[in-house]
C-alpha cells in the first residue's frame, strides 16, 4: 500500500501528501522512496505550477520511523540503501524548478523538518510543533542539512534549535524566520492561497529564481552557476519570453506556456 500520494489540480497545483497516520507520518524505506519519486513525477510534469507538501492524519511528518530502522540496523545493506534513499529524497524535492510549499500541521521534527527546510515557503497551523532532536538521540545533524537550517534561521537560532533539541510553536518557529505564516485555519487552506499569485507567472524565471535560490541557500553558488546560465538563457530565448513582450505592447497580462 503506498505511503505517498499525489494529486495536480487543473490550476497546476500538485499536493504531495505523506500519509502514514498511525507514525504521526514518520518515514520507512518505502515512505521516502515514495516520496523522492512523488517530487520527480512533479518536477517532469508540463502542467504543476507549484508543489504543496503536506501529511495526512494531523502531522506533517515525524522524521525517520525509528523503529522500522532500529529493526534493521544491523544490516549493512540495508543501512546503506536507507542512506541512498533518504538523500535521493532531498535531491530530488531540491531539483524542483516550481515554488514549494510545506502545509505544517502537528509534528515536524527530524526529517519532517528538514523536509520543510527545503520547501521555499513553511506554512503552520496551531498545532504544529516543530524541532530537531538529535542531540535528544545521540546523532549528529547532516552537515548539508545544517548549512540549509542556518541559511533558514541563522546561526544563533540553529545553535538553539540543535543544541537544546527542543519543539517550538507556530509562533515561536515563525519568531525564528523558519515558518513564514502561522494560520489560525488549516494549513493547506492558507498554503493554496500562497500558491495562487504565483500560476500565472512565467515557469521558466521561476525555474531559475529557485535555482539560485536553492544553491545560495545550500552555499553551492559556485558549483551551479553553469546550470543556472542555461536556465536563465533558456528564459531569455523562450516563446514566454516573446509573449512577455508583446503582452507589455498590447497591455495586457501575459500568458505563460512554459516554453
Known amino acids: 500500500m503506498s505511503s505517498v500520494s499525489i494529486d495536480a489540480d487543473a490550476a497546476g497545483i500538485a499536493t504531495i501528501t505523506i500519509n502514514r497516520p498511525h507514525k504521526r507520518n514518520a518515514c520507512d524505506l518505502q515512505t521516502w522512496s515514495e516520496l523522492a519519486e512523488a517530487f520527480v513525477e512533479a518536477a517532469v510534469s508540463k502542467h504543476v505550477r507549484a508543489v504543496i507538501l503536506t ?3 494531523g502531522h506533517f511528518c515525524a522524521g525517520n520511523d525509528i523503529s522500522a530502522t ?3 540496523s ?3 545493506d540495508f543501512m546503506a540503501q536507507r542512506a541512498a534513499t533518504v538523500e535521493r529524497c532531498f535531491r530530488n524535492l531540491r531539483a524542483l524548478r516550481v515554488p514549494a510549499i510545506a502545509a505544517i500541521q502537528g ?3 527530524g526529517g519532517g523538518c528538514t523536509l520543510a527546510s ?3 515557503f513553511r506554512v503552520a497551523d496551531t498545532t504544529a510543533r516543530i524541532g530537531i532532536t ?3 538521540q545521540s546523532l549528529g545533524y547532516p552537515t548539508a542539512h545544517l548549512v540549509r537550517l542556518i541559511s533558514t534561521i541563522g546561526l544563533a537560532a540553529a545553535r538553539r534549535w540543535i543544541y537544546g533539541a527542543g519543539l517550538f510553536d507556530a509562533q515561536s518557529a515563525a ?3 523558519f515558518i513564514d505564516c502561522v494560520t489560525q485555519s ?3 487552506d492558507e498554503a493554496l492561497r500562497m500558491a495562487q499569485p504565483m500560476l500565472d507567472k512565467a515557469p521558466l524565471s521561476i525555474a531559475v529564481s529557485r535555482a539560485q535560490f536553492d544553491a545560495i541557500a545550500n552555499q553551492e553558488l559556485a558549483m551551479s552557476l553553469d546550470e543556472i546560465d542555461m536556465l536563465m538563457n533558456k528564459a531569455g530565448a523562450s516563446k514566454d519570453r516573446e509573449e512577455a513582450i508583446v503582452a507589455f505592447l498590447e497591455k495586457r497580462k501575459p500568458r505563460f506556456s512554459g516554453y
Open 118 to 120: 527545503y520547501c521555499d
Open 74 to 76: 544491523a544490516d549493512p
Open 134 to 136: 538529535v542531540a535528544s
Open 70 to 72: 532500529a529493526a534493521m
Open 186 to 188: 488549516a494549513a493547506m
Open 175 to 177: 519568531r525564528d524566520g
Open 107 to 109: 509534528a515536524c521534527v
Open 55 to 57: 501529511g495526512g492524519g
